[in-house]
């Protein structure tokens, strides 16, 4: 069987302060929404706009850096994967689409502060994807 590939990258406005909760064995999760859109001129020349709201999630200590950092209005990249999920309310299903986030960073200019990945690591402003710089002392 081939694997797949589950990946998403979002450059966009945060809707609102996020809301962390604690779950029952103490784990934080951050939830808020990001505002993308796009523009461009219909076929008589005039300007249209769209924009779409995503659901971000984010565990642990994503999710207490988001608390501190993360504002309404706040610009950010969020890397992550699609989750689909479903739950019950009040008999009737629902369908939940969000993005799990694994590492977030923060584009505003007065907020050019490294933030934490998903599994601590920190990313700074001007490195978005993690990359590590090479060392002078290759062998070749």
Known sequence: ??????????????????????????????TFSIATSEVWRDKDGNQ????????????RKLAETIQ?????????????KIQYRSYEKNGEKRYV????????LLLDSREARPTHGAGGEILPPSDPFGAVPLEDDLPF
């Open 1 to 30: 069987m081939s694997r797949g590939f589950n990946q998403v990258i979002l450059i966009g406005n945060v809707g609102k302060d996020p809301d962390v909760r604690y779950t029952a064995s103490g784990i934080p999760v951050a």
């Open 48 to 59: 249209q706009e769209r924009t779409d709201w995503h659901n971000i999630v984010a565990w």
């Open 68 to 80: 501190e950092f993360v504002k309404k209005g706040s610009r950010l990249m969020v890397q992550g």
């Open 97 to 104: 689409t969000e993005i799990v986030a694994e590492t977030i």
